[in-house]
């Protein structure tokens, strides 16, 4: 299995933020998304994950094996913290709530109302869920917001336990995650250019 | 021994039912919460005093 | 003894509660049931009424304590506003739920009473009417305990609403007054001449001291109610805060 | 789908959840009409199948906004579109739970209101019979305006004026089924059409409203 | 003062902001009414002064969670509270600004949906004076409510149940007032004490709202 | 002027989460808060701010003279950046607002709407916000989450810009930010230990 993303170009708000962007990756592999605030690393992990359709380009996979984490996390304040991966497990159909919640080291917190953790351990939470999936592809939209260090560790042992499995990562990150072996491609060039002014066709740019 | 309660025994006996199931429902919901956090509260306690 | 407030301690509470609980519910049970016993088997038709008299055993103390409930709760909300004991803040918690259960039992008491005697279940006369809008307010305030985690801040809050509540549910009672000029009677029992007997209105002997006994069961019940309730609700409290402090470690 | 609506529901029945609070609404309504209009018996029983339908109504509405904001705005929504479960099952899920914690109790409870608005004594079986065909109605239609307006924030008042032109038939064939049977007539007519749209919308609107929530998702 | 009352104006008049919305319902509320309680002039003419009232009530009501629940969660009341101005001043302006939204509009509109509902010719004044002299109240207790709700998530219909028996005293004196004019008699009565209603929940509400808000933020 | 923090406790849900911190800061210095996810430095940060009130201890300097700024930015997603800013100038009643857009390179952004900046562009708005107060004290909570490089040494400059003024910083945080001057405290041996367990009292702790 293979996630091969040839020559994808992104919008956001009508606006083409990334241009020509092509990448492969292989079971076992993780691949580092780097660039600058507002390059559009969220767009096109959106875009990967199938939530926003592309200007053009495709994505190889399709969106039943990818499992998506934004900048949101999807936390349900007044469920406890095993709740809320049950749920999870239930919708994904895979009974690994034991497991995520041993590689996050929330069972000290599992019967915790959700809404009372700290930002980091929310974090962790949200974390957890990609483990719960199953799913292959994990796309991950800064994932160690607001951890610490023994947390970033955390975070990296199990992309590494995932990618032991046969599994893939997309990250995009600003900081350092501790994952050496990972690929690192740096979106800055493949910035969508503004296109000629009088080329004005159907579709108004 | 049951006093005649003449044409109106339906509203008479229905309104002392429904109070008294009323007062039982508030009695007997009080106790058995009252029993119940009582027993879970000694648990807890004797377990921290064990750990702590 | 030192002072009242020594029982504002909860552990305090708890103790002297636990021993005065049995007397009080013994207390309560024994005249509830000579009250409503004697009411109900050893009193006379009235001429007009029929035997819906005997209602009067169970609406008018249930009305009673449903106010003063709310009475009391007002007064506990201002003891936590001002001196925090949470002692007082949980008992006017404790008491939420009675005072509601009371309002219930007025309200279908009268429904009932109200169809023999004006024949319909309910008219918009204003006692009734004030009664519903007390429910409602009964219903807000255990809906925002319920509502809000942190018990501290649950106690402010509701304790405020309580306040404002009292004021606007006075104002409503007015305005429901203006609104429509009912069917109800008049507060005849309350009233001074009551038990001499020398006013057209007076409730007669017969009816009222097994009418008094009652009132004074329901509140017996009321307190007995609230001792252990408050109770419960300071364990509640005390588990929550120990198990809070298990996870810390 | 079954852990959607085991979550759903326990979600709307925790604290704060909002279970309850519909009907609490739907009562105080209730209750806030004769205020209005005075409390005159007559005019009371006269208006009363109307009012609770509108009541019903209303309440419905009120919490519509609960369906899908709280799952959009803490990313939930994202990861459910990524998940196994077909949208047109998560919508119809969403719609079935909103159902049962608004719908269903105010079926359950209108019969006692109806005593508060004095409605005649044969009211009480077509205002029954013609909320509990009607409201499922409701929840469907109103959880498609829910998908429509899940991007906006606090849609709330949004939400309500594009749905309540939709609730229009829903509306007059209940009340007028209700009120009808408050004056002793014939009641088969409205409460067969007031079916057939609820079949219908049950059928085919989740895969509206399915369609909108991904093109809001994007 | 005036910078807040002008970002909260021109957040409430921009897309998805809520203004007009408030109007929108009102008028969506006032033309279900003929649908639910049947067309005859004669009885809509009678309950007419009530609906209306009714009405704005909900109106009002629905918008009330906007009041503060946008600013909780980004975090902005947080930044307000450590800000120079004093809690109870932002309260009132959020109150003023809520009228301004949706009472003001409301009092406006109101005569023109009095046409649809058959109100008589004299009942306009009394109808638009008690409006205009009640929704200020209505404005500054749904504040209130929105103070004490504050951090709960979705408390929309909690919001509701614990602002509506406040609402009580004003709808009854509000709806009466306009009752009594459309009939023709005497209306000083109600409205001096809307008057009073008014200026006292103006002149002491904001406390209770700052303390609260307070407690809430913390 | 200094801010001086003398045996504070503070507590998060009714439970006591750190104990005894005291620290002094003076004019042109800041202090980094460092400690694991779920320590209490959020907790701590509100209690220095005077959003809520502290156990025990007490807090130099009233309120009226800090600026705080959490985990969520207060951004209004509808106003564009400059009206985001003006109103928060308003309010304190300053005029800094271009000195806060050239701060944080907004000016380019300065008449887009809120709601359309990426993750790292709100942030820097967030940021951008504490120049305009004015306020002496800054009040920080893991103020860099999604910046890049370039915006963390913004930043770090705007830090030291404010310092230079007089001003000082209190910053929770996880990851480097590049302010080497800035003095470290740990709140790990702060942690609260659990009180007598039955020392039932009124607090029921
Ligand atoms: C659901 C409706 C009703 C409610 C909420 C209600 C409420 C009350 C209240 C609050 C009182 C206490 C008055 C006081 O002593 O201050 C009271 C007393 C009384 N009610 Fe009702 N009532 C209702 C219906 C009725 C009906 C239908 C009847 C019978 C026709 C009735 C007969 C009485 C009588 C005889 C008293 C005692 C008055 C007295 O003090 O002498 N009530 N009710
Ligand atoms: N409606 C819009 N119109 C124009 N540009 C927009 C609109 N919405 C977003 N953008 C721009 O699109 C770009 C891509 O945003 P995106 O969120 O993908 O960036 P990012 O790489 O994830 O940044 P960050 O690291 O800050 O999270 C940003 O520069 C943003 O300002
Ligand atoms: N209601 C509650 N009951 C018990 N503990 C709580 C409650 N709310 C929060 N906590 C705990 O209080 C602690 C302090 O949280 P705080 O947000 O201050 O941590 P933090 O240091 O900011 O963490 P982070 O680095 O993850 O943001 C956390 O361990 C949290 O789990
Ligand atoms: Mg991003
Ligand atoms: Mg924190």
Redesign the interface.
Known sequence: MELKVTDLSVARGGVPVLEGVSFTLRAGEALVLRGPNGVGKTTLL?SV?????PLSGQVGLD??S???????????A??SVR?NL???A????TDRVGKALAAFELDGLADRHAGNLSAGQKRRLGLA?MVV?GRPVWVLDEPTVSLDVDAVAMFAWAVRAHLRDGGMALIATHIDLGLDEARVLNLGPFRARAPEPDDFDGAFL | MMPDLGKYADAVLSSYGVSIVLLLVLVVASVRRARRVRAELDEVEQRVRRNG | MASFWQYANPKKFVETTDRLLPWLSGLALLSMGVGLIWGFFFTPDDFRQGSTVKIIYLHVPAALMAINIWLMMLVASLVWIVRRHHVSALAARAAAPVGAVMTVIALATG?IWGQPMWG?????DPRL?SF??LF?FY?GYM?LW????DDDTAADLTSVLCLVGSVFALLSRYAVNF??QGLHQGASVMRAGALAGDTQERVSNVYAVPLFVCIAGFVLLFIALVFLRTQTEIRARRMRALLARERLQ | M???L??DM??GT?????F???L??F???V?????????E?G??S??A???L??GA??ACL??L??VF???W?????????????PMEAAVSVKALAHWLTTGLPLVLVAPALG??L?LPVQGYVPLVASLALGTPALSVIGTFGAALTVG???????L??LV??LY?PT??FG?EAA?RGAEGMEITTPLLMLAGITCGTIALLPFASAAVLRVN??
Chains 1, 6 share one sequence.
């Open positions: 959106r994950a199938g939530l926003q359709p969106r039943e990818m499992a998506y984490a934004g900048h949101a996390d999807g936390i349900k007044t469920l709740e049950d749920f999870w239930d919708v994904f159909a869920r999936t | 429904a319909t279940w309910w008219a918009w009417t519903l809008i409602l219903l809906a319920a509502a809000i985690e609104w429509n | 079954i852990a959607l085991v979550r326990r979600l925790r604290a704060g959840g909002g309850g609070l519909g609490a609404f009562l105080i309504v209750v806030l009409v004769p205020f209005g209009v005075g409390p018996t005019r009371l006269g208006i199948p109307g009012i339908w509108l109504l209303l009120l919490s906004d609960r904001a709280l799952d705005e803490d990313g939930s929504l994202d990861l459910l579109a990524t998940s196994p479960l005593v508060l004095s906006l924030k606090r849609g709330g008042l949004l309500s004026l309540l032109p229009m509306l007059i009340a009120r998702l994007r």
